[in-house]
């Protein structure tokens, strides 16, 4: 099985960045513009319907939000994976917020794809986060 994880720093504290994780179904207004272009909630919040900048979509589940360990675990359904579960957890880091990101998948030849998709996602998130509210 495939592991990527990517860990990085935003300068924004803990409690703001929680709030744009926590809110599932809007990562594409609070938590990663512009790589995420639509998103929707389905299934009473459980389940987001995605459309990524590329065109991909994507529907993911909601497994874990847990608020006192900043937590937020959700799995992709369909599409070409097997598997794809992923995990993003905060801490604080100085006057900002050390995140990392991590997912595991399956088939393992959908690495490179989907670490290609991650890193655009962090760079998405570090803008968007540090940048004003949108």
């Known amino acids: 099985m495939a592991s990527i ?4 720093v935003v300068g924004a504290p803990p409690e703001r960045v929680w709030n744009a994780v ?5 990562v594409d ?5 512009g790589f995420v272009v639509e998103c929707s909630l389905q299934e009473d919040g459980a389940v987001r319907a ?10 993911e589940k909601l497994v874990t939000m847990d608020a ?7 799995a992709a359904e369909g599409g070409r994976t097997t598997h ?4 993003l957890e905060l801490h604080p880091d100085g006057a900002g ?5 991590t997912t595991d998948l399956l088939p393992d030849e959908l690495e490179p794809a989907i670490a290609q998709m991650m890193d655009a996602g962090v760079a998405a998130m570090k803008a968007t986060l540090e940048g004003p509210p949108g």
């Open 5 to 8: 994880r990517r860990e990085f």
């Open 22 to 26: 926590a809110a599932f179904g809007a």
């Open 29 to 33: 207004k609070v938590l990663a513009r």
């Open 50 to 59: 995605l459309t990524f900048a590329n065109g991909l979509r994507a529907r």
């Open 68 to 74: 006192r360990s900043r937590r937020l675990v959700y």
């Open 84 to 87: 794809h579960n992923a995990c």
């Open 97 to 101: 917020t050390r995140l990392v990101w």
